[in-house]
Nanobody, 129 residues
Framework: QVQLVESGGGLVQPGASLRLSCAAS????????MGWFRQAPGKEREFVAA????????IYADSVKGRFTISRDNAKDTVYLQMNSLKPEDTAVYSC??????????????????????WGQGTQVTVSS
């Protein structure tokens, strides 16, 4: 059974940083692309960042490019999201997701929600003064 457990959220002031973690189990983690998504109240879930299985390729939403960094440690089955220069509009529940079961080249990752099939429960990030 695939399980994804996020941690690291919290309440911070604008301009602060947070590092989210997502611990994965139940699938050969190192073979799969991973993604971070977020959902703000009253809005649909949106893509934030994704990383290929090798970690060699990353993609970002324009709204977070240059401020957020996704990374992974395959030895620990964990993916991270370093968030710097946080803004109030970053407030949302952040969830990690693993790509659908299948074969992926080491450099592949996607921003499409429908390419992911398991999601964590999410961690709340609130940016407010």
């Amino acid at each position: 059974q695939v399980q994804l457990v996020e941690s690291g959220g919290g309440l911070v002031q604008p301009g602060a940083s947070l590092r989210l973690s997502c611990a994965a189990s139940g699938r050969a983690f190192s073979r799969y692309p991973m993604g971070w998504f977020r959902q703000a109240p009253g809005k649909e879930r949106e893509f934030v960042a994704a990383i290929s299985s090798s970690g060699g390729r990353t993609i970002y939403a324009d709204s977070v490019k240059g401020r957020f960094t996704i990374s992974r440690d395959n030895a620990k089955d964990t993916v991270y999201l370093q968030m710097n220069s946080l803004k109030p509009e970053d407030t949302a529940v952040y969830s990690c997701a693993v790509a659908r079961e299948g074969y992926y080249s080491s450099g592949y990752c996607s921003a499409r929600l429908d390419e992911y099939d398991y999601w964590g429960q999410g961690t709340q990030v609130t940016v407010s003064s």
